[in-house]
């Protein structure tokens, strides 16, 4: 059982693997799916009443989540977040009494439900329950997002997890060009859904600037999990 009692105004470093190494996001649908489910499912006057889902295949999903979603109340604000083809990270505050607890056993039932009826299969899709650990300090808060936004280069050959990253002109091109991670936002650019919390990038992060400086002062010393 987790041990962790999670508190209002907590930063938290949330994380979890597939079952066995499973990819849990096959292809961009999937990847959107979960992506806009971070979005819906982070409201605590969402129910869902039945028949057709918000999150059911539309030409306009985003659009459509956006005019649906106009009353909200998030159970946590979303600091940053990294999905990869078989885990996520993300940071999160807990915004009201068991919102994280609320948000993530929707996050994971309802995409495990989506995943499971997609692909044709039954039984857990995530190795248990998701992970946590409380961000103890500022310098840790500052170093997260960094961290969770490099593990995108776990796609490429660039060897980050060992130290200096030699050649940052690949690792920026890469980062800059992959989607489902939130260091498009610490760049500057619009998000499809208000996903982000960004009073704490531009607490943290004044300029893109001042992120870019940091990233590239990555030494490979900061590593919340193995």
């Excluded at 977040?81 to 994280?100: D, K, M, V, W």
């Excluded at 961000?135 to 060897?159: C, E, G, S, W």
């Excluded at 890469?174 to 489902?180: A, G, I, R, S, V």
């Excluded at 940091?214 to 999990?225: C, D, E, N, Q, V």
Aim: with cysteine; aromatic share 16%; hydrophobic share 35%.
């Amino acid at each position: 059982m987790r041990e962790i009692l999670f508190a209002v105004g907590n930063f938290y470093h949330i994380y979890n693997h597939g079952i066995d190494q499973r990819k849990i996001f096959q292809d961009t649908a999937d990847f959107r799916r979960f992506y806009a489910s971070m979005f819906l499912f982070n409201n605590s006057l969402y129910s869902h009443k039945g028949g057709r889902s918000p999150l059911s295949a539309c030409k306009d999903l985003y659009l459509r989540l956006l005019d649906e979603n106009i009353n909200r109340l998030p159970l946590v604000n979303i600091v940053s977040y990294c999905l990869l083809p078989n885990h996520f990270h993300i940071l999160l505050e807990q915004a009201e009494e068991t919102g994280i607890n609320k948000f993530m056993h929707r996050l994971g039932m309802g995409y495990a439900h989506y995943y499971n009826i997609r692909y044709e299969r039954t039984g857990r899709l995530f190795e248990g329950p998701f992970q946590a650990k409380i961000v103890n300090n500022d310098a840790q808060f500052m170093h997260l997002p960094r961290y969770i936004h490099l593990n995108a280069l776990d796609m490429t050959n660039l060897k980050w997890r060992e130290g200096m990253i030699s050649d940052w002109k690949e690792a920026d091109s890469f980062l800059d060009n992959y989607e489902w991670s939130s260091h498009l936002v610490y760049k500057g650019m619009k998000e499809p859904l208000p996903v982000i919390e960004r009073s704490q990038i531009k607490n943290k992060f004044p300029s893109v600037d001042n992120y870019v400086s940091f990233l590239r002062k990555w030494s490979g010393r900061y590593t919340p999990i193995k």
